[in-house]
């Protein structure tokens, strides 16, 4: 274990969950009173700010984190839980959309607005591909893998402490990604485990922001949402790669003391 990951360990979990209140009441206050408009991506940046002061001594230890990263069976294992992840996303995302159509309620419940489009200004487009490729599988890995996950582990049993943070992970989701997300929450967790290197979740986390960025940008005509053929092939791989996950996750978290 690098000294760089072996600090990321000793990182105070109520001074994490601290700034983390602080950040979301300063949201909250200035977005309420209209001041300025803060958005969640802020938030991310002030965390791996946080971050980048608390392991700053220890910078020098990634260099051979980033190189557990590339052996050959640690990227193989990434790839297929990232392609595997992928098509399950779009099932849940067919699964959902098909649920609020047969029951409408629920979209009202949750004011839920599914595949929005957001705004034209590039830069604020590639600000949010930043966000979402870069800042979020850092800050998310960090606080959820490498804080929440590793003082869980202290209280109960480490099983334990990866479903409870895998949930809490799935919970930051909305309603269409919840179950995938949980899914590929379990499987960050045990990449982590394994490898005891934060370096892998992140590196996958940021390949599969990636390929799903990629695929919305790819689809410009929407096909894999107006193509019966198309929704029928994703979702038979989507049944796959289910099937394909939960057995390994199942396998990995019996072998996990």
Known sequence: MSLFNETLKNIPLKEVLFLIIILFLIQFIFNSLNIVHINSVWIYICIIIYFFYKLRNNFSSLKEDFAGIFQFN???YVLIIVI???FLSYGFLYLSDWILVVFPSINDFLNLQFFHVGANNSLMVIG?????IFVSPISEELIFRGVLLNKLKLIVPTLFAILISSL???SLHPFGSVISAFIFALCMAILYIRTDNIMVPIFAHFLNNLFAEA???LDKGNILFTNDLVMISVSLLAVVSGLVLTVSIIRELNNIK
């Open 128 to 132: 949010g591909l930043i966000a979402t």
């Open 215 to 217: 695929i919305v940008f």
């Open 168 to 170: 809490l992970f799935a």
């Open 84 to 86: 595997l992840n992928i």
């Open 74 to 76: 640690v990227v193989k």
